[in-house]
């Protein structure tokens, strides 16, 4: 088994069948599949054997996609790094799951490759199709790797880093049939077809954009219609002009559409799917009655690969986050004692099943809280009906949620603290109306701090953190409040 499969074996199907559509240029799967196979021999040549870990810091373009499954194929573990991450928390990454090769493209490189930690064997400079930047691609008589090499089902095949409650992100650690499992059900719930045109604008780097999207539609020999990031007036053009039918997106993206977009403009599209954030019900509502179709939801975590539980068509319920997906187990247990809650009763959601992690990559205590005895404690709270559907009452405590994007306060606040003005510092999430939450900080100065300290804190936070994480506020107080 192995995860490279959803390319190769429809690139024998369906070789001449346009596998990615991105920015006017159109990638057959024959196509990827052979840049594909060069860089898994490139990846040889730099050294990389089974287990070793390759760690990607490439954008929505089809590099990704070639490298991804070049890594996978020789039996190495493919480490998405967020493009959208400071040169720190990239060092970190790579530096705790010790990557022998960083691949990226050449202004990345320029921008944080001094800051990689000794781990890092070399560096790979790639363009945006896949294609190699090197003179030097291959030593004489290599050629691309056109077979794979079987892993067992529960052999380490992805690395995913998760914000951490601690402050430190924490790599959640995914097996090949973890994801095979997951895409299995993507194909089956959403209705899948070899003729769909499926648009992924949400990021490759996420569970969301590996699992739901890229694994999934090239799996059914599908074509993806490959945005570099969601841009409203693009998708707009994007949906028409390649005739999009499928759409997965998180809630922000679905209520930016359903303010600027009429039915005409989506009537190519006959299903939608919503993730990585709860879905208001009053923003599903009006999305159904103005365009006529459900937006389904589906739910789960990077942990849970990430897939757990659907809204089906076939029984939709409002506000609900459906019902476990096959060969899953959901439940509500309590806080406190962990036994289990009787339906309408509110306690924290676990999960059990296939798609649930191998653990925090070489962090066995943190893994032995998360999942016990086969449960993986999700932190989230919700509550079970009487038929089996779940609903998410309230966030994991403290979590913010930016569009989808989860931030940890612990992490924001680490940072803070470490500038030399601050004395004590609380983040939370204030609401927003597009993005769901933004991050607002209380900070409590030291005496005598400078007039412009909001300035250099926000320069500081900035330089250290994603612009996701930076606090959009910085409020200044005498004091924080306690309990």
Not at 454 to 479: C, F, M, N, T, W
Request: proline residues 5%.
């Amino acid at each position: 088994m192995n995860i490279c499969e959803h390319l190769t074996v429809p690139a024998g199907l369906f070789p001449d069948k346009e596998a990615i559509a991105f920015e006017g240029r159109s990638v057959t799967f024959a196509q990827l599949d052979r840049l594909s196979g060069l860089a898994a021999a490139r990846l040889r040549v730099a050294g990389v054997r089974e287990g070793d870990r390759v760690a990607l810091m490439l954008p929505n373009v089809p590099a990704f996609v070639v490298w991804y499954y070049a890594a996978l194929r020789i039996g190495g573990i493919a480490v998405s790094v967020s493009t959208r991450l400071a040169g720190p928390e990239v060092a970190f990454m790579v530096s705790d799951c010790s990557a022998r090769v960083f691949v990226a493209d050449a202004a990345v490189l320029q921008g944080i490759g001094a800051q990689l930690p000794e781990c890092v064997q070399q560096t790979i400079e790639t363009s945006e199709s896949g294609e190699h930047c090197d003179s030097q691609l291959l030593d004489d008589g290599q050629s691309a790797e056109s077979c794979w090499i079987d892993r067992h089902p529960q052999d380490a095949a992805l690395i995913l880093y998760t914000s951490g409650t601690t402050g430190f992100a924490k790599g959640a650690t995914l097996s090949h049939m973890n994801v095979r499992s997951n895409v299995g059900a993507f194909n089956h719930l959403c209705q899948m077809q070899t003729d769909d045109r499926i648009l992924l604008a949400v990021p490759l780097f996420h569970c969301f954009g590996q699992n739901a999207l890229l694994n999934s539609v090239l799996n059914v020999g599908a074509t993806l219609v490959l945005q570099r990031k969601f841009d409203l007036n693009e998708t707009m053009e994007l949906v028409t002009d390649q005739r999009v039918t499928q759409f997965y997106g998180v809630p922000a993206m679905y209520q930016m559409m359903y303010d600027r977009c009429q039915p005409r403009d989506l009537r190519s599209i006959r299903y939608f799917f919503s993730a990585a954030a709860p879905l208001p019900v009053q923003v599903a509502q009006r999305w159904q009655e103005k365009f006529g179709l459900p937006i389904c939801e589906g739910y789960g975590l990077t942990e849970t690969s990430p897939f757990a539980s659907y809204n089906h068509l076939l029984k939709f319920v409002p506000g609900s986050i459906g019902t476990p997906i096959n060969g899953v187990e959901m439940k509500i247990v309590d806080t406190a004692s962990g036994t289990d809650c009787a339906p309408g009763e509110l306690g924290e959601i676990a999960i059990r099943g296939p798609n649930v992690m191998l653990g925090y990559w070489n962090r066995p205590e943190d893994t032995d809280r998360a999942v016990r005895d086969g449960w993986f404690h999700s932190g989230d709270i919700g509550r079970m009906d009487d038929d089996g559907y779940f609903y998410i009452v309230d966030r994991v405590k403290d979590m913010i949620s930016v569009g989808g994007l989860k931030v940890y306060p612990a992490e924001v606040e680490r940072v803070l603290l470490d500038h030399e003005s601050v004395r004590q510092v609380a983040v939370v999430g204030f609401p927003h109306e597009v993005f769901g939450e933004q991050v607002v900080a209380f900070v409590v100065p030291v005496e005598h701090a400078d007039a412009d300290l909001v300035d250099s804190l926000l320069e500081h936070a900035q330089q250290l953190l994603a612009d996701y994480k930076v606090p959009r506020h910085v409020e200044l107080i005498g004091e924080l409040p306690r309990n």
